[in-house]
């Protein structure tokens, strides 16, 4: 088969030729031999003739009757891919159809497997074809009813989406629970969970005085880690009541935290179920990062239930519409928490080195992708990230209040109904009269606009103009790209700092001039305030500018895009003098600059913590022409040891104010206080004195929750100090019972820049609580090694990519989506140095020569293709 016969296009969608109103399943469960009864309940939709096509993979077909009668060979067949025909069926019928799954075999983590015992499933976005033959695509909504019947002493907990119904013990000893739910839907939104687990409860009065039972699921071994997820839960519910007007509509809200998970979490109707790394928190085994990922991932499902499961989508193409929304839900969720300056700076961070480096290689598509082979690869930075930032833009260009409206409007007008991208704007452009044509293009054009800004001040007319150019570079398919509407949140400063105008300009052609009267000197442009557009925005600011940016802006967010870009406009010229192998030296202004951001008693912690944080490797790597990856750590260590050596005395005294005596508390205080205290931490052990070395041992010895003791932990194990060995030694044997604290473990030293990490990663591939077959745990190893240690992973003699490439060749034959994610480490091949070019596109050769999944041939074709 080749590449383009296996291609999806957004152009080809018709709706569906069937319906399904009903489905009502019996699960018989058995690790080895699951049998499900499927009664799907169906009638033609578009009058036709045509036989009926279901979905199906991997199943055994054992019974299938029409309206009770069996079908006769000659009636059906079954198909290459795995689905089923019936030829000639009548305009209604109950089909009645018995499979055998092998849940004990499945180690892909989609339709019914197994977790640690627990017998869980993963429908979204094509799982169910894995369970049951159906009309697995989104646009088709059911009512389903579910019976699971199942061993009680091995398996007493049964679960499953809607309310329950009751349950049973049969004559056989077996125990029966059927579940009802009343809201149509897809079946990506289908669930069933069944083990021993062990629940915390509660309970949530909604707006309109209805009782909610809230129950969060987990092994037993940890139901004393999710109280953090509850009151997570009980936040994000009230939020979404407060802040969008939405309320519950089950009698039950269940989660399950399971350790095999290939995403974060997932949104099943009235039965959500999690990576247990985004439920299980306390403070001796999760960070304060952990702390506020679960409250965003917690309340991201929750949000769906609104965004994505009462308005669901058409089609995979659309997959933005639920996905951009609910990710910009969360993200104003989180930040009405606390710290939203803090948030809105990570956010970002995350766009722009993930999002950013997508949509300039050859798998950059559109918010809205045209065309797939797997849609499994279009869960992406893209579709959620960008698709948030796109949803902001809305709100910003309407105003919250308009934007309210349009969300009201949207709900109402599609609730129980599967739509498009098109009726989200739609909705938004009748609930505020405004033309959103332009608009639009966010959601099917490619690529990061590059925005370039340039100032001229006419003294004598008090006069100051900004002119505005936009270009969009080509992506695969698309080499040619008409102007955006880019909403540019600014203000103009006077020296003192005051506001000499302020406002949103929108930039909606190639080049635009925007002219400021009454200007009594030339003020200092404050530009894309809040990073109110995502795009790519230069200015050129002398160095002068940027320090007093960074000291006096009023917009928190671009103090710290000064600060940011004062000190990549520094590495970069340490990057060129270290490939010229000239001598590095600190440059006076950056480190004045820093130490008094350093010093500045009015700044919050965690904002002086994010202010003084160097660029990452990976956005230096982005600024970069060709990227050396080697010459960005070297003078990226150097600034850092440069300014901790300049700044050492203030480190430690900032160290110790920050220091904490009570218990540990997740509050934004608290979390900003530990956050500086152990980014000076970092700066210091820089040094590598054995005073800083004593600190850093202290804090893992006597720390008394997960963040002090990780940050601890993390540094020494990537200096090359003598504590290093064991003090890696003392955290394995004492979390050695900890599979999410094992998974951190892992992580460090998979990112540590010292010499020797490759052998050190394979070795702990064969530590006993190391599986590849479990995702967290790839992840944590091979995954952060090939994502987040550009040094190892970039060994210029190839080592790091032939490991890479070699795991998700061995991946693959377990899991397909966690291959193929992992393979878009090599997608960037073409921006690096011709030797390792050469390397990488020979790592995406030798995968592209073997015998693999359509998930991972996409991903390696696509980085492949010569027009990209
Ligand atoms: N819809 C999930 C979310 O909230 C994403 C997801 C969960 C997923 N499990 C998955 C995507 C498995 C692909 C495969 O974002
Ligand atoms: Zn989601």
Same mark, same amino acid.
């Given at each position: 088969?080749?590449?383009?016969?296996?291609?999806?296009?957004?152009?080809?969608?018709?709706?569906?030729?069937?319906?399904?109103?009903?489905?009502?399943l019996?699960?018989?469960?058995?690790?080895?031999?699951?049998?499900?009864?499927?009664?799907?309940?169906?009638?033609?939709?578009?009058?036709?003739?045509?036989?009926?096509?279901?979905d199906?993979?991997?199943?055994?077909?054992?019974?299938?009757?029409? #309206?009770?009668?069996?079908?006769?060979?000659?009636?059906?067949?079954?198909?290459?891919?795995g689905g089923?025909?019936?030829?000639?069926?009548?305009?209604?019928?109950t089909?009645?159809?018995?499979t055998?799954?092998?849940?004990?075999?499945?180690?892909?983590?989609m339709?019914?497997?197994?977790?640690n015992?627990?017998?869980t499933?993963?429908?979204?976005?094509?799982?169910?074809?894995?369970?049951m033959?159906?009309?697995?695509?989104?646009?088709?909504l059911?009512i389903?009813t579910?019976?699971?019947?199942?061993?009680?002493?091995r398996?007493?907990?049964?679960l499953?989406?809607?309310? &329950?119904?009751?349950?049973?013990?049969?004559?056989?000893?077996?125990?029966?629970a059927?579940?009802?739910?009343?809201?149509?839907?897809?079946t990506y939104?289908?669930?069933l969970v069944?083990? #021993?687990?062990?629940?915390?409860?509660?309970?949530?009065?909604?707006?309109?005085?209805r009782?909610?039972?809230?129950?969060?699921?987990?092994?037993?071994?940890n139901?004393?880690?999710l109280?953090?997820?509850?009151?997570? &839960?009980i936040?994000?519910?009230?939020?979404?009541?407060?802040? +969008?007007g939405?309320?519950?509509?089950?009698?039950?809200y269940?989660i399950?935290?399971?350790?095999?998970?290939?995403?974060?979490?997932?949104?099943?109707?009235?039965?959500?179920?999690?990576?247990?790394?985004?439920?299980?928190?306390?403070?001796?085994?999760?960070?304060?990062?952990?702390?506020?990922?679960?409250?965003?991932?917690?309340?991201?499902? +929750?949000?769906?239930?609104?965004?994505?499961?009462?308005?669901?989508?058409?089609?995979?193409f659309?997959?933005?519409?639920?996905?951009?929304?609910?990710?910009?839900?969360?993200?104003?969720?989180?930040?009405?928490?606390?710290?939203?300056?803090?948030?809105?700076?990570?956010?970002?961070n995350?766009?722009r080195?993930?999002?950013?480096?997508? #949509?300039?290689?050859p798998?950059?598509?559109?918010?809205?992708?045209?065309?797939?082979?797997?849609?499994?690869?279009?869960?992406?930075?893209?579709?959620?990230?960008?698709?948030?930032?796109?949803?902001?833009?809305?709100?910003?260009?309407?105003?919250?209040?308009?934007?309210?409206?349009?969300?009201?409007?949207?709900?109402?007008r599609?609730?129980?109904?599967?739509?498009?991208?098109?009726?989200?704007?739609k909705?938004?452009?009748d609930?505020?009269?405004?033309?959103?044509?332009?608009?639009?293009?966010?959601?099917?054009?490619a690529?990061?606009?590059?925005?370039?800004?340039?100032?001229?001040?006419?003294?004598?007319?008090?006069?100051?103009?900004?002119?505005l150019?936009?270009?969009?570079?080509?992506?695969?398919?698309?080499?040619e790209?008409?102007?955006?509407v880019?909403?540019?949140?600014?203000?103009?400063?006077d020296?003192?700092?005051?506001?000499?105008?302020?406002?949103?300009?929108?930039?909606?052609?190639?080049?635009?001039?925007?002219?400021?009267?009454g200007?009594?000197?030339?003020?200092?442009?404050?530009?894309?305030?809040?990073?109110?557009a995502?795009?790519?925005?230069?200015f050129? +600011?002398?160095?002068e500018?940027?320090?007093?940016?960074?000291?006096?802006?009023d917009? #928190?967010?671009?103090?710290w895009?000064?600060?940011?870009?004062l000190?990549?406009?520094?590495?970069?010229?340490?990057?060129?003098?270290?490939?010229?192998?000239?001598?590095l030296?600190?440059d006076?202004?950056?480190?004045?600059?820093?130490?008094?951001?350093?010093?500045?008693?009015? &700044?919050?912690?965690?904002?002086?913590?994010?202010?003084?944080?160097?660029?990452?490797?990976?956005?230096?790597?982005?600024?970069?022409?060709?990227?050396?990856?080697?010459?960005?750590?070297?003078?990226r260590?150097?600034?850092?040891?440069?300014?901790?050596?300049?700044?050492?005395?203030?480190?430690?005294?900032?160290?110790?104010?920050?220091?904490?005596?009570?218990?540990y508390?997740?509050?934004?205080?608290?979390?900003?206080?530990?956050?500086?205290?152990?980014?000076c931490?970092?700066?210091?052990m820089?040094?590598?004195?054995d005073?800083?070395?004593?600190?850093a041992?202290?804090?893992f010895r006597?720390?008394h929750n997960?963040?002090?003791?990780?940050?601890?932990?993390?540094?020494?194990?990537?200096?090359?100090?003598?504590?290093?060995?064991?003090?890696?030694?003392?955290?394995?044997?004492?979390?050695?019972?900890?599979? &999410?604290v094992?998974?951190?473990?892992?992580?460090?030293?998979?990112?540590?820049?010292?010499?020797?990490t490759?052998?050190?990663?394979?070795?702990?591939?064969?530590?006993?609580?190391?599986?590849?077959?479990?995702?967290?745990k790839?992840?944590?190893l091979?995954?952060?090694?090939?994502?987040?240690?550009?040094?190892?992973?970039?060994a210029?003699?190839?080592?790091? +990519?032939?490991?890479?490439?070699?795991?998700?060749?061995?991946?693959?034959?377990l899991?397909a989506?966690?291959?193929?994610?992992?393979?878009?480490?090599?997608?960037?091949?073409?921006?690096?140095?011709?030797?390792?070019?050469?390397?990488?596109?020979?790592?995406?050769?030798?995968?592209?020569?073997?015998?693999?999944?359509?998930?991972?041939?996409?991903?390696?074709?696509?980085?492949?293709?010569?027009?990209?």
């Amino acid at each position: 088969m080749s590449t383009d016969d296996r291609t999806i296009r957004l152009a080809d969608y018709r709706p569906p030729a069937w319906r399904m109103p009903r489905i009502e399943l019996t699960f018989e469960l058995d690790p080895e031999s699951t049998l499900v009864h499927g009664q799907l309940h169906l009638e033609r939709a578009d009058g036709g003739q045509g036989p009926l096509v279901l979905d199906g993979e991997a199943l055994e077909l054992v019974r299938i009757a029409i #309206d009770d009668a069996p079908l006769s060979p000659d009636a059906y067949a079954l198909t290459e891919a795995g689905g089923l025909v019936i030829h000639q069926p009548p305009e209604r019928l109950t089909l009645s159809i018995t499979t055998r799954i092998r849940p004990s075999a499945n180690t892909s983590c989609m339709g019914l497997y197994l977790s640690n015992g627990i017998f869980t499933t993963q429908c979204e976005p094509e799982g169910f074809r894995r369970i049951m033959y159906s009309l697995d695509r989104p646009d088709v909504l059911s009512i389903y009813t579910t019976h699971v019947v199942a061993d009680p002493a091995r398996y007493p907990v049964l679960l499953s989406n809607g309310n &329950l119904v009751g349950e049973t013990l049969l004559a056989d000893g077996r125990k029966q629970a059927t579940w009802h739910d009343p809201f149509p839907k897809p079946t990506y939104l289908y669930a069933l969970v069944a083990g #021993d687990l062990g629940v915390l409860r509660d309970r949530f009065v909604t707006m309109s005085g209805r009782e909610v039972a809230l129950e969060i699921y987990a092994e037993h071994h940890n139901v004393d880690k999710l109280g953090h997820a509850m009151q997570s &839960l009980i936040k994000a519910m009230t939020w979404d009541e407060e802040t +969008y007007g939405r309320e519950y509509d089950l009698e039950r809200y269940m989660i399950v935290a399971v350790e095999d998970f290939n995403a974060g979490a997932m949104e099943n109707k009235g039965l959500n179920i999690f990576n247990a790394k985004y439920v299980l928190a306390r403070p001796e085994v999760a960070t304060d990062s952990d702390y506020e990922a679960i409250e965003s991932v917690i309340a991201h499902e +929750y949000f769906h239930n609104w965004s994505g499961n009462r308005v669901t989508c058409r089609d995979w193409f659309q997959l933005s519409l639920k996905e951009g929304f609910t990710v910009f839900r969360d993200q104003e969720f989180s930040a009405d928490m606390g710290a939203r300056a803090c948030r809105r700076i990570e956010d970002v961070n995350v766009l722009r080195t993930w999002q950013f480096a997508e #949509d300039a290689g050859p798998l950059a598509h559109p918010v809205q992708p045209p065309e797939y082979q797997a849609i499994d690869n279009f869960y992406t930075t893209t579709v959620y990230n960008k698709g948030a930032e796109v949803v902001r833009m809305l709100k910003n260009l309407l105003g919250w209040p308009t934007f309210r409206k349009g969300s009201d409007l949207y709900f109402a007008r599609h609730d129980g109904q599967a739509v498009t991208i098109e009726d989200f704007v739609k909705a938004m452009e009748d609930a505020s009269g405004r033309d959103l044509s332009q608009f639009r293009r966010w959601y099917v054009q490619a690529g990061t606009p590059r925005v370039t800004a340039s100032g001229a001040y006419d003294a004598e007319a008090q006069r100051y103009t900004l002119t505005l150019r936009q270009h969009t570079p080509p992506t695969p398919g698309q080499p040619e790209k008409a102007p955006f509407v880019i909403p540019i949140d600014m203000a103009l400063l006077d020296r003192e700092g005051k506001q000499l105008a302020e406002g949103v300009l929108e930039l909606t052609a190639a080049e635009q001039h925007f002219v400021f009267e009454g200007m009594p000197e030339r003020p200092v442009p404050s530009l894309l305030r809040g990073f109110s557009a995502p795009v790519r925005i230069d200015f050129p +600011y002398t160095a002068e500018e940027l320090a007093f940016l960074m000291a006096r802006d009023d917009d #928190d967010f671009n103090r710290w895009e000064a600060a940011q870009r004062l000190m990549t406009r520094v590495l970069l010229g340490l990057i060129d003098d270290v490939q010229a192998e000239r001598e590095l030296v600190l440059d006076p202004k950056l480190s004045t600059a820093w130490g008094h951001a350093l010093h500045d008693a009015k &700044l919050d912690a965690r904002m002086k913590a994010d202010l003084l944080t160097l660029p990452s490797e990976a956005w230096l790597a982005d600024q970069c022409e060709v990227v050396d990856p080697h010459a960005i750590h070297t003078a990226r260590e150097f600034l850092r040891r440069a300014l901790a050596e300049a700044w050492e005395d203030s480190l430690l005294a900032v160290y110790h104010t920050q220091q904490e005596p009570g218990a540990y508390e997740p509050t934004p205080e608290a979390i900003g206080r530990r956050r500086l205290k152990n980014f000076c931490l970092n700066m210091l052990m820089a040094l590598d004195h054995d005073t800083h070395h004593a600190l850093a041992t202290h804090q893992f010895r006597v720390g008394h929750n997960m963040t002090d003791v990780l940050a601890a932990l993390q540094s020494i194990a990537h200096s090359a100090c003598a504590e290093r060995s064991s003090v890696l030694a003392a955290f394995e044997a004492r979390w050695a019972h900890e599979s &999410l604290v094992m998974d951190k473990w892992f992580s460090i030293q998979a990112t540590s820049p010292l010499p020797g990490t490759l052998d050190e990663v394979k070795r702990l591939m064969g530590h006993r609580a190391f599986h590849l077959a479990n995702p967290n745990k790839a992840r944590a190893l091979i995954g952060s090694f090939a994502r987040a240690n550009p040094v190892a992973f970039h060994a210029p003699d190839g080592s790091g +990519y032939r490991f890479v490439a070699e795991q998700v060749l061995k991946l693959d034959a377990l899991n397909a989506q966690v291959s193929a994610r992992m393979a878009g480490a090599f997608q960037q091949w073409r921006r690096f140095d011709p030797q390792r070019r050469g390397l990488m596109r020979d790592a995406l050769r030798f995968l592209a020569a073997q015998s693999i999944s359509v998930e991972l041939r996409e991903v390696v074709e696509k980085s492949l293709a010569e027009d990209a």
